[in-house]
């Protein structure tokens, strides 16, 4: 077998021809196969041969038949091909596509072959009959997809949106098993250029691609002689790096010389078929790392010269190259380089030495040669190898430092270095089930702050003296194991490394002491994260605020080597030797940036507002260099002379300034991981530190290089210009790697000591994805919304990597890892994607009131005793938030928004309350501040928080949040009947508008699902607002009831006279005999009207009687004294009697069967009833309708609790359209507390059309993060008399109170068949939906019900009312 003559190869990318490029997204929840590459396809004269062999096992992918639901898959891998040559035709590609199906293609003449032939191991579910190629052209001078002539298309041939044709596949032998091979047959002109084309399976709409997403792309030629390359001059030095690729991407194979020769032969023919596509010379130099001055003129290159004979013969067993004299080699590389940051030279020396090996050099020979090389003596040649090239720019082999498990790279761009494999590590092993901040529970703790403020004096003399105190502190911490006290010490720091506080201050402090105390102080964060597994957040927030430091001489060598760099390079005076002075008086992390910045003035070409930019973007300017005790005040002046030496010993001073100052920084934190070995700059001794074995693996190595490939080229890029690297696979490498190292961090192990390196890594990958993502928005919201829903699955996993207790953003990945799985094929998927963002955005928000709430007032105290800048104080918290991975998170979530709105057709606003209104704006925190107060002219209320348990306040016309309260939610019922406009607003921009409208007038008026806003006028509306009502004023009225004599009353006894709706309404519905068989009932017992005044009355309760009669007439200020003492009330005898025998006849549980203290826990929830009647919320709405509060009388419906799987609210009305042939519904998961309580989220919600009741139309998917369940037990429930007044909306004014606690749960909305399983989902809705109707129809009046679903799928009604 002999490989075609003049084969050249080259990738394709970008998808064409009119194919949707939002369909063919990785996202669709067909992942390619991490072990793609790009394909290379060969050329010659001959023919195009798509064959399918070795295994292709069928497979049944579940999609929507629609063009929304095309799915793709990329070839598995390329395969390289030895084709026999044929006077007729010649294979030239082969390609395995997806499942082991392999494509070959052919060419002859003008005419392509495709062949597909079925595998070995078909079966009956496998077909080829409907494969399609869909195929164009390109012609020379364009890439873009071209439709040739008529003249040439194949029979059967159609054009597809006058972009691309498709051409079917026939069978070659019917008769053959499964069809036998497939061939399509392509005639192109010799015009064209290139034969570009995908294949769709119309069976499954399933596209298979070329690797790397790309389209298959067969270059063609015409009239050229055959065998031999282009004739494209390629620099020798640029086929040497791609040979080196090809080499890396094999498995870095030992090589002979022979085949060393042939893999150099094929990388020319590489990037000669590169540059006959039309890609430049210097766009491949520039991606190589080589020069791209070298395009300018260059000869042909010429033949490689014959092999020769090797000096003697290899040993039958070639020696492993041991990893010191691989390290050593490749630390004189990376020296002979100029020590470019980040780069790892490490497999270039494995390689090179490798051969030396192979060709017979013995390892003593090749040690004494790399001695004489790093000496300048002759000899070097014998290694095979020229001495490292110095660019100037720094770009070497990027990698894990040298010495690491991961190998090294070659001399790749950042993109080709990023082309590693992706895994899923799957959602669950993310979970924390503790390690989260609380949120400020036991409030200030005054000790820690206090004793901070007492000792900071002393702590402005130098970090050695702060560190050392904050060791001190935070073991005397320990003892009492106080979150707040360790958040103190948190914010102390921070305040430091804010450079709030002095760092310097007249004393000479060596650097290892500065390390010595670093090192103290981060060993005892160590032990506490391995020790208490619960503070784990904060150790990670105190690491980040602290460097890594250490023992031994690493310290010690910031203060010695500054002089070594000004001798070396002719820097003595000037600007060097005052940062000289400064280093020698006390080294801080100022130091790191400085140093930095003076790297980034060499990059540049030495321009000193480079140098200037790097300092003020990190916090340093020319005051803050005047302030140092030993002060800076010149500027950087090198010379062109200069540049190399200080570059090269700048950068390795660079990485001394980090090993001690930045602990967090990433190649920094990755050399400690894998280990190093860093000589002295030009004297001294050798810092020597191990890897961490189990930690630093290859596949760790690999996604390091990666990351620091790219961190390289987009900080160069920054400087000198170009394109950086692609933000989304940065970000898939980043989340990557620190899934590698998750084991890890939550093992418990100690790692031998090591576990604050990885901590130390892991905190520098979570600042590099946060970089990334802030730096990368604009080109991110460009992205089509499946990519820009990826990012966000990245942005939430490496949340969720750094948080503990986070069970909340764990499960809202795992349901938006889902939805991004199904694509854009359903009509609904926006609708869920939105419902998921508000989701995740919700639990943003909890994360942001716990981190205000525990650390804001220790900020406020601490900075105010510390002289701390008033704006850093004010804002602690909230810049701690951003300095994490929440912030870009959010911002993520804000450019998808408006995306996902409106695919879901949703509008900015949801009109909870469609009532026009006209008033003065008044901007407002929360609603809840606000509830007592009554504005004295018409308001519209633009409120930033509302949670459904208060009330609005009078004088108010509208009411407009962010917050999603539900439709059906007790506050939504209440400002529907009210009249008062009602709307929740999704558009973040819009919101803000109106918060900058403070004191406007505004006419709102709802139109649909939207809400119109406009100028209004004052004049019109006459300066107030509506008179406060008073009782009776407005028309409703209580009317008192008297006790009847019964302390409890039967379903059967139940009248209007002696108790509520809530009873009277579900005993109408058990005894007039029309309820449907498959509509349960709870079974209950009530306690009527007036009871509470008869036990009040009882001579056991005088005294609480006669101060509760003190508290009247009933104020606010006296609401709580009020509610505390009812519950105080003891039960009189004959009432236990009584209510015993009704409840236990109506066949439910006796709490004192059980013993007195479940009869002490049902009277205090009766009790508990009662004492609402003091709400504040009931007070004001009783208020503001001009009700007697005084005449309020308080039944209690005593009920079984169904064991609700889902909880709903029916109206059989639709509220906000006041459709009558519509029924609006809201679903919960557990009780139904979180929808009529209006807990955070959103509930899943539906239409159903009365004449169309089997289908029904979900118009929002559920986002409520917990659901309420509870043990079997019995609810009390409220049942005034001034519930279901005409008028008046009374409804969740009161308690309903269960006898034993309900239990929070986290919802799994990704495991829940009801948003999952469309039979499902349809089945349960239609079957509530119709129970509401059969109500209606029963009471002839639309209807409010409230009921659930059991687990065994039971439809019970708990109550039900008349529609207001």
């Keep these: 077998m002999a490989t075609v003559a ?14 949707d490029q939002a369909n063919a997204r990785r996202s669709h929840g067909v992942p390619t196969c991490a072990s793609a590459r790009n394909p290379l396809v060969s050329k010659s004269q001959g023919a195009i041969r798509l064959e399918f062999r070795n295994g292709l096992q069928a497979t049944q992918v579940r999609t929507s038949q629609s063009s929304k639901g095309l799915r793709w898959r990329a070839c598995r891998k390329p395969v390289q091909v030895n084709a026999v040559q044929s006077e007729t035709a010649s294979i030239i590609s082969q390609h395995e596509l997806h499942g082991g199906a392999m494509l070959s293609v052919s060419i002859q003449d003008q005419t392509v072959l495709l062949r597909c032939s079925p595998p070995a191991n078909a079966s009956g579910g496998w077909h080829t009959p409907s494969l399609v190629m869909h195929w164009g052209v390109t012609e020379a001078g364009s890439n873009e997809w071209k439709v040739p002539g008529n003249s040439t298309w194949p029979p059967g041939t159609t054009e597809y949106k006058a972009k691309a044709l498709r051409t079917s596949f026939t069978a070659e032998n019917p008769s053959a098993p499964h069809g036998g091979d497939y061939v399509c047959s392509i005639t192109v002109d010799k015009t064209s250029t290139a034969l570009v084309f995908c294949l769709i399976d119309q069976q499954t709409q399933f596209w298979h691609k070329a690797p790397s997403d790309s389209d298959f792309k ?4 015409f009239g050229s002689s055959s065998g031999g390359s282009a004739d494209v001059a390629v620099p020798e030095e640029l086929s040497q790096v791609f040979a080196f690729l090809n080499w890396e991407k094999a498995g870095r194979p030992a090589l002979s010389p022979e085949e060393s020769l042939a893999a150099f032969r094929q990388a020319q023919k590489d990037v000669a078929a590169r540059l006959a596509s039309g890609e430049t010379l210097a766009a491949l130099l520039k991606e190589s790392g080589l020069d791209p001055s070298l395009a300018g003129s260059v000869p042909p290159a010429p033949a490689p010269p014959a092999p020769k004979a090797p000096a003697r013969k290899a040993p039958a067993v070639v020696e492993k190259v041991p990893e010191s004299l691989r390290n050593k080699y490749a630390y004189m590389k990376w020296e002979e380089a100029g020590n470019p940051d980040g780069a790892d030279f490490g497999a270039a020396a494995e390689e090179e030495l490798a051969r030396a090996l192979a060709r017979g050099l013995t390892l003593n020979e090749i040690e004494g040669l790399i001695d004489d090389r790093s000496k300048g003596k002759t000899g070097a040649e014998r290694l095979n190898v020229a001495p490292a090239s110095t660019n100037g720019n720094g770009n070497g082999h990027k990698a894990a430092p040298s010495g690491g498990g991961g190998g090294g790279g070659g001399g790749a761009s950042a993109a080709q270095l990023l082309s590693v494999e992706i895994r899923d590590y799957g959602v669950d092993a993310l979970f924390e089930k503790e390690g989260g901040i609380s949120g400020g529970e036991g409030g200030t703790p005054d000790w820690m702050i206090n004793k901070i403020v007492d000792s900071e004096p002393g702590c402005e003399k130098s970090f050695m003296h702060r560190f050392n105190t904050a060791s001190d502190l935070l073991e005397e911490s320990l003892g009492s194991d106080d979150e707040g006290s360790f958040a103190a010490l948190f914010v102390w720091l921070r305040f430091s490394a804010l450079r709030q506080l002095v760092w310097n201050k007249n004393y000479n402090i060596k650097p290892r002491e500065i390390a010595q105390a670093q090192e103290r102080l981060t060993g005892i964060l160590q032990r506490v994260y391995k020790e208490k597994p619960y503070r784990r957040e904060l150790v990670r927030w105190c690491m980040s605020t602290v460097g890594r430091g250490g023992e031994g001489n690493g310290g010690q060598r910031i203060r010695d080597e500054i002089l070594d760099i000004q001798r070396a390079n002719n820097c003595m005076g000037g600007f060097m030797e005052e940062w000289h002075q400064k280093l020698h008086n006390n080294t801080t992390p100022d130091d790191v940036v400085i140093c930095q910045a003076l790297l980034d003035y060499i990059d540049s070409g030495l321009k000193l507002d480079v140098f200037w930019n790097t300092l003020n973007t990190n916090g340093i300017d020319k005051q803050r260099m005047l302030s140092y005790d030993r002060k800076i005040g010149g500027e950087p002046k090198f010379d062109e002379g200069q540049r190399g030496g200080l570059k090269r010993d700048l950068t390795k001073y660079l990485q001394t300034l980090k090993a001690v100052h930045s602990g967090a920084d990433l190649n920094s934190a990755a050399s400690y991981v894998f280990g190093y070995s860093q000589g002295a700059i030009h004297s001294g001794n050798t810092v020597e530190v191990s890897s961490i074995g189990e930690v630093a693996t290859d596949r760790l190595g690999s996604l390091l290089r990666a990351i620091q490939a790219a961190t390289e080229a987009n900080r160069m890029a920054l400087l000198q210009g170009g394109a950086q690297a692609d933000p989304m696979q940065v970000l ?34 979570e600042t590099t994805a946060r970089t990334l993502l802030e730096g990368s928005m604009s080109a991110l919201a460009s992205l089509g919304p499946l990519n820009l829903m990826e990012g966000v699955a990245l942005a939430l996993e490496s949340l969720c990597l750094s948080s503990g207790s986070n069970d909340e953003l764990v499960l809202c990945l795992k349901e938006w890892k889902q939805v991004l799985a199904a694509g854009t094929g359903k009509d609904s998927w926006a609708l869920r994607a939105k419902a998921v963002m508000d989701r995740i955005r919700g639990a943003l928000q909890s994360t942001g009131e716990r981190y205000n709430a525990r650390f804001q007032p220790i900020a406020d105290q601490m900075g105010d005793r510390l002289n701390v800048d008033g ?85 108010v016309v509208a009411l407009l949040t962010p917050d999603m309260p539900d439709v059906l939610s007790h506050v939504s019922v209440r400002a529907r009947n009210e009249k008062v406009c009602f709307g929740s607003c999704f558009d973040a921009d819009a919101f803000k508008a109106l918060q900058g409208r403070q004191g406007d007038v505004l006419r709102l008026k709802p139109k649909g699902t939207d809400l119109t806003v406009e100028d209004g006028d004052a004049a019109m509306l006459g300066g107030t607002a509506t008179p406060v009502a008073t009782p009776g ?33 579900l005993a109408d519905l058990r005894s007039g005999g029309k309820l449907p068989e498959d509509i349960k009932l709870p079974a209950q017992v009530a306690m009527p009207f007036g009871t509470f005044d008869a036990v009040l009355a009882d001579a056991m309760n005088a005294a609480i009687k006669t101060d509760l009669e003190a508290l009247l007439p009933m104020t606010i200020e006296n609401l709580d004294a009020a509610k505390a003492l009812v519950r105080q009330l003891q039960a009189p005898p004959a009432l236990v009697v009584a209510l015993e025998e009704k409840v236990k006849a109506a066949g439910l549980m006796w709490p004192g069967d059980e013993g007195p203290e479940r009869w002490a826990q049902a009277w205090a929830a009766i009790c508990g009833v009662w004492a609402s009647k003091y709400n504040e919320r009931a007070f004001l709405s009783c208020r503001k309708a001009g009700l007697n509060h005084a005449d309020l009388c308080m039944a209690v419906l005593c009920q079984e609790v169904v064991p609700a799987a889902y909880a709903f609210v029916i109206h059989t009305v639709n509220p906000q359209t006041d459709d009558t042939n519509q029924i609006y519904t809201e679903v919960v998961r557990g009780l139904g507390e979180t929808l009529v309580g209006n807990y955070p989220g959103r509930a899943l919600s539906f239409v159903t059309n009365k004449n169309d009741m089997a289908n029904p139309l979900v118009v929002g998917y559920p986002s409520k993060s917990v659901g309420l369940f509870v043990q079997n037990t019995l609810i009390f429930r409220s049942d005034s008399n001034g519930e279901d007044l005409e008028g008046f909306a009374g409804a969740g004014l009161y308690d309903s109170i269960t006898m034993d606690e309900c239990t929070e749960h986290r919802i799994e909305y990704s495991e829940d068949p009801m948003v999952n399983d469309p039979e499902y989902q349809q089945y349960i809705l239609s079957s509530i939906a119709q129970a509401g109707l059969s109500i209606e129809q029963i009471l002839d009046f639309p209807q409010d019900l409230e009921g659930c679903i059991t687990s065994t799928g039971d439809l019970y009604i708990v109550q039900t009312r008349p529609q207001v």
């Design 871 to 955: 704006h850093v104080k004010s804002v602690f918290s909230e810049e701690v938030i951003r300095g994490g991975g929440a912030a870009p998170l959010s911002i993520l979530l804000n450019k998808l928004d408006p995306v996902l709105r409106q695919a879901a057709d949703l509008g900015a606003w949801q009109i909870i309350s469609p009532v026009e209104a006209h008033g003065f704006v008044e901007v407002v925190p929360n609603l809840h501040d606000v509830q007592n107060k009554v504005y004295d002219r018409p308001t519209v209320l633009v409120a930033a928080r509302v949670t459904g348990e208060e009330e609005i306040p009078e004088g």
């Design 218 to 221: 067969i270059p063609l030629s």
């Design 6 to 19: 003049g084969a050249v190869a080259y990738p394709v990318s970008g998808l064409r021809g009119g194919v």
């Design 732 to 765: 898939r490498v980043v989340v990557n790697a620190r899934r590698e190292l998750k084991p890890h961090l939550s093992s418990g192990s100690d790692l031998n000591g090591r576990l604050k390196d990885v901590i130390y890594l892991d905190l520098a990958l």
């Design 1033 to 1065: 004023s407005l028309g409703i009225a209580i009317k008192k009831r008297e006790w009847c004599g019964k302390w409890a009353v039967s379903s059967e006894e139940m009248t209007s006279e002696i108790v509520g709706g809530k009873s009277r309404n």
